[in-house]
């Protein structure tokens, strides 16, 4: 199936050649057929569909998030501003690049529960997950993590945001502990409590894990002659962890993103736990929308747009007098920053495609999609020269 998309693709590139040289020969058809053939011109993607790159082809595609630094926040003269110039963040810069790559117009809207979506007892789902299933939304763009239960009921685009697990802990000031704890198993030997976000990844994978350190982890969380270290908002974890002899496990590249932020008093510990990834949210029925995106998705990954703009946006604080131009072994030297390359790497890393030719459009779409408008704007400008020496 694959192998004849790409055929028919360098068909249409042969037919544009062709159309080239009966053009010459009837003037007046000239701009009609090397519009046409821009109208038709199109990249295939890893599943073999394609998408076309005019902006008219998807209509306005509406996004469902939620408020969450860094991916998704306000700006602060928002109330002045209208549409999507309301919002800044990874996700907003994401979306603004996926729009003008791959063609297409959106508008940004918060979602009603200000939820990113659970599934109830009625086997519904709210947030913006739920607003996807609903068609109220085509994509739902927040730090959703891909898991197999919700694949049941949306699908997913190449994942934005590789990561793990970390713990945030407060810096040490006495000299009682004057060692930072950087490993779980340093984590587990000493007087630290440690807690998760009720029902979070952090917590779905210690209470269901057969690893001997997560299941001492779960257990010494769950210890009813203590007080319970399970929180319920992020935002709470982090003041606990402040103020407390706490250590709050969350996903590593929100710990990191904490760790720089000031007064600098946290630091995250080594990742740990299982690898997860962050994705867009679509419908199971929008294959051409998710397909478009996709391949964009690849192609910031493979120039590096993607861990340009994660580091804008997990720029450390705590050190500020690092040179804006360092590079990320650069930074490893000075702050929290150092683990990036390690672990929460801006990456697609979940692959639907036959390997990494399937993150490339096809040589026939780049012919088309590369060289259409370069050919028309030739065509024009023979066409008027020939004209001129006619009269």
């Given at each position: 199936?694959?192998?004849q ?18 053009s ?13 053939m821009l ?19 998807f ?33 907003a810069d ?9 063609g ?31 068609g ?9 993590i891909?898991t ?9 685009t ?7 697990s ?20 340093q984590l ?17 994978i ?25 929180v319920?908002?992020?935002k ?30 946290l ?7 299982d ?5 867009f ?26 861990q ?31 683990r990036?390359t ?34 028309l ?8 020269i ?6």
């Amino acid at each position: 199936m694959k192998q004849q998309k790409i055929e028919e693709a360098t068909s249409s590139c042969s037919e544009f050649v062709f159309l080239l040289f009966v053009s010459f020969v009837s003037f007046e058809t000239v701009e009609a057929n090397a519009q046409r053939m821009l109208l038709n011109s199109s990249h295939v993607g890893a599943d073999g569909f394609q998408f076309h790159q005019r902006g008219d082809f998807f209509e306005k595609v509406i996004v469902t998030t939620v408020l969450e630094e860094p991916y998704m926040m306000l700006k602060l003269h928002s109330p002045y501003l209208a549409g999507n110039d309301r919002f800044e963040g990874y996700l907003a810069d994401i979306l603004m690049k996926l729009a003008a790559s791959a063609g297409f117009q959106y508008e940004i809207r918060l979602a009603k529960d200000g939820k990113q979506g659970e599934l109830n007892s009625k086997l519904q789902w709210d947030g913006m997950i739920g607003e996807v299933i609903a068609g109220e939304a085509e994509v739902a763009a927040g730090a959703i993590i891909v898991t197999d239960a919700m694949r049941e009921y949306v699908d997913f685009t190449e994942a934005f945001l590789t990561f793990r697990s970390s713990a945030l802990i407060r810096r040490p000031k006495s000299k009682r502990r004057p060692q930072r704890i950087e490993t779980v198993d340093q984590l587990l030997a000493s007087d630290l409590s440690y807690g998760v976000v009720d029902r979070s990844a952090a917590f779905r994978i210690l209470s269901a894990s057969n690893d001997e350190r997560n299941r001492l982890m779960w257990r010494r969380m769950r210890d009813a002659s203590r007080p319970s270290r399970i929180v319920a908002s992020v935002k709470e974890g982090v003041d606990r962890a402040r103020r407390e002899n706490y250590a709050f496990v969350l996903d590593s590249s929100k710990a990191e993103y904490e760790a720089t932020r000031k007064p600098c008093d946290l630091y995250a510990t080594e990742p740990f736990l299982d690898v997860m990834q962050y994705a867009f949210a679509m419908r199971k029925d929008d294959l051409r929308l998710r397909n478009a995106i996709d391949v964009e998705l690849r192609r910031m990954v493979a120039s590096d747009e993607m861990q340009t703009m994660y580091l804008r946006w997990w720029r450390d604080e705590c050190n500020e007098s690092s040179s804006s131009s360092s590079t990320k072994e650069d930074k490893g030297q000075h702050g929290e920053l150092r683990r990036i390359t390690a672990d929460s790497k801006a990456t697609g890393a979940v692959v639907r495609g036959p390997g990494a030719e399937g993150g490339r459009a096809s040589g026939a779409g780049v012919c088309l999609a590369n060289n259409t408008a370069l050919l028309l704007a030739i065509i024009v400008v023979i066409r008027a020269i020939i004209r001129g020496r006619l009269n």
